[in-house]
């Protein structure tokens, strides 16, 4: 069979310019085969019918005149969406194909059996719509994809399938939402050679974080078996984020995520029971292991790269791993529709208070909140129920949900992951969506009225009743540049990706224990001596975070470590200064096993805190896991830009012995490039702030405790709380002084803390003094930033 022909088209003589022929995804497939395989991207060939021979079937089916008839009487409104899509699917089933393209088609899955090396080999069958996949619309799902296809006659059959999917109510109904001339869309065919993921995996990957549009990381979401359980959001993925400026370096692994999901469920092969698929139990081990190794991860995230260069933008593919051969495979790519459109200079922040106890929660998409009253419906047929403006809760939603999707102001979902088919049309329809809840559809009750927030990181959450939502509009563009540094303080990994459109300077507080407190939830003790435990229940606990670790303190190194690359990588290559823990011995205590290792103090926020207990025996073991994943996340992840913080160091002696242990666990001051910095909370940090800075590379202010023990004021205190005030003249000049001696020795000083956001004088008063940077809250970042170059002289 030649190469072209007027209904057959081979993937490898297609390329992006063949669109009108064969749509997007199948040019996709063509343009990679053609032009990406010496970069070693493997798509599994194939062929395309084409649009010709989509008309050519219209045309001897007599179809042109039902069509048209058909749309017109339902854009009158004289037919309902259902009934016109049942009539129009149920022509073209019936339609017969022209001989010479029943005949081009099987000539061309014989040849593609023939270099298979074998017979009958099983395809998979995808729709491509002539306006599909262009960058302002995503047609995700629109129409059928068939797997598992073997032999001519079934072949014929589902292509003729995919033919009738073009009038399915989903997407007769997107194309009308878009605009689209229902008699001017055409439909190819992609047959494509199926990978083996049926006992391997599959999934889906984004060049760009889709929650935020942070460009530098690839999203990659992974289940077992073939990939539309993923797609569907059936299952609950495992998801890993890379951040791509580091993955040119063969010697490091920047995966800053690795969160494992529950991937209950798996669509595989079930040629014996006469359907081409089916959906059945995982494992218990497949639930507790990893879909793709690190090497997978970063060999996947390297093409993610080559295909968004190749294209000129941020791209949406999907994977397959053949269980079989082992082999990774590309097996569909198109450009993201979403984040990639998004303004630049404008985003909204959204701040709740006021809220009722929370629900459930779930992964976050979208960076917005809303109340509103539940509407819960169990499948697409129930549809009819649906109350304009209600919050939709269902277990998960397939294209079939879109026309819905659109009327209601937020979605929840018991199922999927953040590359679900829920994810993808909330974040194109603008909607704050939760999924991967587990069960929300059991919690939450018809006309309960609640609050969905997507405003608080990765994490979602439904709150009982109506919060109180403030949003604010921060606009960023053209901003001047300052001489003092403005940096903002960052603590959940989570949301650090939601700001990387601020211009900061970088990350000025990085506070370790949040992410202990949050993400980890174990006292590092309790996993050094782990077999001393005495608590049953922490245990259990214990064993369930540690799952697939044999080393238990290897976790608490994972987890922090790449808790700390997300925040690292927000600002990369700008700083980040992250303070090792500063747990108060009570704060300590609550973290799952620790009441077994932390001794009771009277008043701990004087007592056995920051850098007293780094070389205590009673918690030296501890702060060696700390140090290990500061290794990790520089030397391994790549993160040379984390600075390290020594948080309330009282006398230097104490520093000595700090930074003797940090050397002990691989963390030398100028060895590749490391920096420490120290605190300046204690007054004794101010008086001999020259010899600290003989130890260390900078001074970051603490105005609270440096207030606090100033003033001699617990800060805590209600009945105090008039006196706690860090514009007083005893403070400042503690300020005012560290800042002169830090310039005298030639190290930088900078301050965190809501003074400058709060009060201009105060930040003023900052800029006068000569401070390096000042570090704020994101929400007050615009502010201060604004202010400062005012008071530089460069406002505008």
């Known amino acids: 069979m030649p190469e072209h022909c007027e209904s057959v088209i081979?993937?490898?003589?297609?390329?992006?310019?063949?669109?009108?022929?064969?749509?997007?995804?199948?040019?996709?497939?063509?343009?990679?085969?053609?032009?990406?395989?010496?970069?070693?991207?493997?798509?599994?060939?194939?062929?395309?019918?084409?649009?010709?021979?989509?008309?050519?079937?219209?045309?001897?089916n007599n179809l042109r005149e039902t069509l048209s008839q058909a749309i017109d009487a339902f854009q009158t409104g004289d037919a309902t969406l259902a009934l016109t899509g049942k009539l129009l699917r149920d022509a073209f089933l019936r339609g017969r194909w022209p001989d010479d393209i029943a005949d081009a088609i099987s000539t061309a899955y014989g040849d593609l059996c023939l270099?298979?090396?074998?017979?009958?080999?099983?395809?998979?069958?995808?729709?491509?719509?002539?306006?599909?996949?262009?960058?302002d619309a995503s047609f995700a799902g629109q129409q059928e994809t068939f797997l598992n296809i073997s032999g001519q006659a079934a072949l014929l059959d589902a292509c003729r399938r995919c033919f009738a999917s073009l009038f399915t109510d989903r997407?007769?109904?997107?194309?009308?939402?878009?605009?689209?001339?229902?008699?001017?869309?055409?439909?190819?065919?992609?047959?494509?050679?199926?990978?083996?993921?049926?006992?391997?995996?599959?999934?889906?990957?984004?060049?760009?974080?889709?929650e935020t549009g942070f460009e530098k990381v690839v999203v990659i979401d992974a289940a077992w078996g073939l990939g539309e359980t993923v797609v569907q959001g059936s299952v609950d993925p495992d998801e890993y984020l890379v951040f791509k400026p580091l993955l040119s370096d063969p010697e490091l692994t920047p995966i800053v995520q690795k969160r494992r999901g529950t991937k209950r469920r798996k669509m595989v092969y079930a040629p014996q029971t006469g359907q081409a698929t089916q959906t059945v139990d995982t494992s218990p081990a497949e639930r507790e292991q990893w879909v793709l190794s690190d090497a997978e991860i970063l060999q996947l995230a390297r093409w993610a790269c080559v295909i968004e260069l190749h294209y000129g933008c941020p791209m949406d593919m999907e994977w397959a791993k053949d269980g079989e051969s082992g082999r990774l495979y590309i097996v569909q790519a198109r450009p993201e529709t979403v984040q990639s459109r998004r303004a630049l200079g404008e985003f909204r922040s959204y701040r709740l208070s006021a809220t009722g106890p929370r629900l459930v929660s779930g992964l976050s998409i979208g960076e917005a909140a809303v109340s509103g009253q539940v509407c819960r419906l169990e499948s697409a047929r129930d549809i009819d129920r649906f109350v304009d403006g209600a919050i939709l809760v269902t277990g998960n939603t397939d294209p079939d949900w879109v026309p819905v999707m659109k009327r209601a102001v937020a979605i929840v979902t018991d199922h999927g992951g953040r590359t679900s088919h829920a994810a993808i049309i909330s974040r194109e329809l603008g909607l704050p969506a939760v999924v991967g809840t587990g069960n929300a559809t059991e919690l939450l009750r018809d006309g309960q009225s609640i609050t969905v927030s997507c405003a608080e990181g990765d994490q979602g959450h439904i709150y009982e009743g109506v919060a109180q939502i403030d949003s604010v509009v921060l606009d960023t563009a053209n901003m001047a540049e300052t001489r003092t540094k403005i940096m903002l303080n960052l603590a959940d990994p989570a949301a650090a990706f939601r700001w990387w459109r601020l211009p900061a300077d970088g990350v000025g507080l990085v506070r370790m224990e949040f992410v202990i407190?949050?993400?980890?939830?174990?006292?590092?003790?309790?996993?050094?001596?782990?077999?001393?435990?005495?608590?049953?229940?922490?245990?259990?606990?214990?064993?369930?975070?540690?799952?697939?670790?044999?080393?238990?303190?290897?976790?608490?190194?994972?987890?922090?470590?790449r808790g700390l690359a997300r925040i690292a990588a927000a600002f990369y290559p700008h700083p980040a200064i992250i303070r090792m823990s500063d747990f108060k011995t009570n704060e300590y205590a609550s973290l799952i096993g620790g009441a077994q290792f932390e001794p009771p103090e009277e008043n701990?926020?004087?007592?056995?805190?920051?850098?007293?207990?780094?070389?205590?025996?009673?918690?030296?073991?501890?702060?060696?896991?700390?140090?290990?994943?500061?290794?990790?996340?520089?030397?391994?992840?790549?993160?040379?830009?984390?600075?390290?913080?020594?948080?309330?160091?009282?006398?230097?002696?104490?520093?000595?012995?700090?930074?003797?242990?940090?050397?002990?666990?691989?963390?030398?001051?100028?060895?590749?490039?490391?920096?420490?910095?120290?605190?300046?909370?204690?007054?004794?940090?101010?008086?001999?702030?020259?010899?600290?800075?003989?130890?260390?590379?900078?001074?970051s202010i603490g105005s609270n405790d440096l207030t606090q023990l100033t003033l001699g004021i617990d800060r805590d205190s209600e009945d105090l709380a008039d006196l706690f005030d860090e514009d007083d003249p005893a403070v400042k000049w503690m300020i005012s002084r560290v800042i002169g001696s830090a310039h005298k020795a030639g190290v930088k000083v900078g301050l965190c803390g809501q003074a400058p956001s709060n009060r201009p004088a105060f930040a003023a008063f900052l800029v006068e003094s000569g401070i390096d940077s000042i570090s704020?809250?994101?929400?007050s970042f615009v502010s201060v930033k604004m202010r400062v170059a005012d008071m530089e002289g460069h406002g505008q």
């Open 115 to 135: 270099q298979a090396g074998g017979t009958d080999v099983p395809v998979a069958v995808r729709s491509s719509a002539t306006a599909e996949d262009l960058p």
């Open 517 to 561: 407190s949050n993400h980890i939830k174990v006292h590092p003790m309790a996993l050094v001596k782990y077999a001393e435990l005495s608590d049953e229940a922490a245990r259990r606990e214990i064993d369930d975070l540690t799952a697939g670790y044999n080393d238990k303190s290897a976790y608490f190194v994972d987890s922090l470590a």
């Open 776 to 779: 704020v809250t994101p929400d």
């Open 10 to 60: 081979l993937f490898d003589a297609l390329d992006r310019t063949d669109l009108p022929r064969v749509g997007g995804k199948n040019a996709s497939l063509g343009e990679m085969i053609s032009r990406l395989g010496a970069a070693g991207v493997l798509v599994p060939p194939g062929f395309a019918t084409t649009s010709e021979a989509y008309w050519r079937f219209v045309e001897s």
């Open 604 to 699: 701990p926020m004087l007592g056995f805190r920051g850098a007293s207990r780094y070389y205590s025996p009673r918690y030296q073991a501890g702060f060696a896991l700390e140090c290990l994943a500061i290794k990790k996340l520089r030397e391994e992840l790549g993160f040379s830009n984390v600075i390290v913080m020594i948080p309330f160091c009282r006398t230097v002696g104490e520093a000595d012995k700090v930074l003797d242990v940090m050397a002990q666990n691989g963390l030398v001051r100028g060895e590749n490039g490391l920096q420490v910095y120290v605190m300046c909370e204690i007054p004794s940090n101010v008086i001999l702030a020259e010899e600290f800075a003989t130890r260390f590379d900078g001074f």
């Open 171 to 210: 997407a007769i109904s997107y194309r009308e939402t878009h605009g689209f001339d229902h008699l001017k869309v055409a439909l190819s065919v992609g047959v494509q050679l199926m990978v083996r993921s049926d006992v391997g995996g599959a999934g889906v990957m984004f060049s760009i974080d889709t």
